[in-house]
DNA sequence: TATGAATGAGAGTTCATTCAT
DNA sequence: CATGAATGAACTCTCATTCAT
């Protein structure tokens, strides 16, 4: 009834339990048990376990980019001022963060195992992110020093995660819900007055 | 000062390859290669693989806990300002990350991974740590809302921790020798400024 | 003309493969991939792989019957002498292995491979073939001893057979073009020669 | 009680498995039942279905090259007649073949299959082989034309070889213990006489 | 303290084949 | 006539682990 309706419940499988395990601590076998698959037919549709990774990895690459090329371009164009504009490009990124929390995990994962075959991939996919953010933060920071650009780049980019990828281990711990609407505005709430402090520091 | 030196040997090469790869992406003749060992030699000196690695994040989380239990008993106790007492901790947390890069690694893959059966083992040795710096926190912060001590807990983990799981990866785009010691010097003065604007945004 | 045209690429891919790899060393998938059609085809049309392999067998045996069959009859009803007749036999032999060479290769696979479930379908098809050309030499020769005829035929088949699977493995160290028409007819001179070194030895 | 037994009933299996139904057409579980040993014991010893079909060709060539190297040499330097020294080196190789029959359709099988990855290993192990007995012939055949050594080279051959290709195929038609004792000499005697008929053509 | 051999389970992958459309 | 999807068996190979020595 639906087109592809298989393919789609491998993908999903494979999208979930990569994201929450890796790529090596999941299996094929894993993957088809989960999508109530024969093994056989992961095979079928994608070839191999590493085809399938780069599906779920691309997939997620390329909504990401999406996310923010917008945001980015508006920011490297736009009128408005810096402190508006950086909060545009971190609002952004926090919300497809938040849209696609498994999404924190698998580049958790990634980074994390960043030697494996895979690094030049991810390289080639965040870093085209980082240089867009890095440009736009140029603007009034400078490239050396403890206020380089790269910097923030790195401090934003743990902010924003972390809270996605903490969650699962210490959720029980937080208030109930650490992944509830009400709790997730409260990190957005959070991460917006980072960033104001942020600015403020800057500015002055 | 022979003494141990085989299983001081093997239990080197876990830890550096379990910081790399991650529980599952390390196997036990890859140990028992990179320490020059014959791999029965690790079951004989270890028993299992999940004891040795379980040795290794014990080992990691104990000298995480030592390395923080005296600045946090000191926040707690001494009569120095808020400030000052949170650059204490932060401070003892980076030093400790920087002078345990590796380990940087091994938390994310942990937490990132975090449903497996180790979970368990996990929270119970980075939530005294959490329960801590909380503690400090709330003295001024708030138990809810965005400025709630956890949210934090979360940025701090972020902002200290990602330099270091980012470097393998981007260090190829940054100036060169991002883990060389003046750049960590910069990134230390980075987190530094960066609590401090956050210390000012709380006061005012 | 264009009748069959799918089954009949289908069966030149199974032609191809089969002789150059054998049996086993060749998938339906391969069969496929070069007759540039779907892997289920392959079924609709021949229903297995076995007898895809059959039918190819079955069109080079008969082919090379039909080859013999009347140098044979020839030989045994002429009145040409001993020697006439054996060039005719050979010849007629060497003309059609030279004109279908991947064929040499083909009967080579299935004798070296000689206890396959093939076996008898290969002894009852070459069998008639080895039987004519045995009665041909009966004439002359006895029926044992080391001039006995069956000695003869493995010989001939070897002189003639070798030189096509040869041609690949050391084509390369042969002059250009092992498989060149002039180099072809080298090659039916050669045995034509040795042939006369056989009669002349028997006749004396 | 014996040094490596285990790994030479492997290194056995195979050996037999490989000559009867060459690479392809044998499975690594195939190897193990026929040695009574467990699958992954193949691997352990052997590394993979590569190597030891590598180390069963290797033991093979070497073999050949070490039964004629010495009779090459004698041809190339002894001032005995042309004829004597071709029978010499014919003789061995065909002693050879004889002591290890099944070689005779290993070789069969890799030739006919020669396309394979192992192409180049085959020719490579087989060339000297052909060299030095082209070089031995050379001295009375001319190296072009229908009396080219390299013909000779192939005629042996197939004389050679393809009686111990034919016995398991055709076995059943010819006198009862195609490989027996007394079969093998009449065998010898058909070769010798037939090299014998090749010198008398030549030297006339 | 050390190790070579052994092993059952499971990894990723390919196979020939079937079937509904 | 044609095919995409599906499948169970078998493939090569790696895994963590055990044990006799």
Chains 1, 2, 3, 4 share one sequence.
């Not at 691309?58 to 810096?82: G, I, K, M």
């Not at 963060?97 to 990634?110: C, F």
């Not at 790195?154 to 711990?173: C, K, R």
């Amino acid at each position: 009834m639906k087109e592809g309706a298989t393919a789609d419940r491998i993908l999903a499988a494979a999208d979930d339990l990569f994201c929450r395990r890796g790529y090596s601590g999941v299996s094929v076998r894993d993957i088809a048990d989960q999508a109530s698959v024969r093994k056989a037919l992961v095979f079928y549709h994608f070839g191999s376990k590493d085809k399938l990774y780069e599906k779920v990895l691309t997939s997620y690459y390329d909504a990401h980019r999406a996310a923010l090329s917008e945001p980015l371009a508006t920011a490297s164009t736009s009128s408005a001022s810096f402190r508006e504009r950086v909060h545009g490009v971190v609002d952004s990124y926090l919300s497809f963060i938040d849209a696609n929390a498994r999404y924190a995990r698998l580049v958790q994962h990634e980074v994390a195992g960043g030697e494996s075959a895979w690094i030049d991939f991810i390289r080639a996919n965040l870093a085209p992110l980082q240089d867009s953010l890095t440009e736009v933060l140029h603007e009034v920071l400078p490239d050396r020093g403890h206020l380089a650009a790269r910097h923030f780049f790195v401090s934003f980019s743990g902010i924003v995660l972390n809270y996605y990828t903490y969650a699962p281990v210490f959720g029980a711990l937080w208030p109930e819900g650490a992944l509830s609407e009400p709790m997730r505005q409260e990190r957005r709430d959070h991460v917006r007055w980072l960033v104001d402090a942020m600015m403020d520091a800057i500015e002055e």
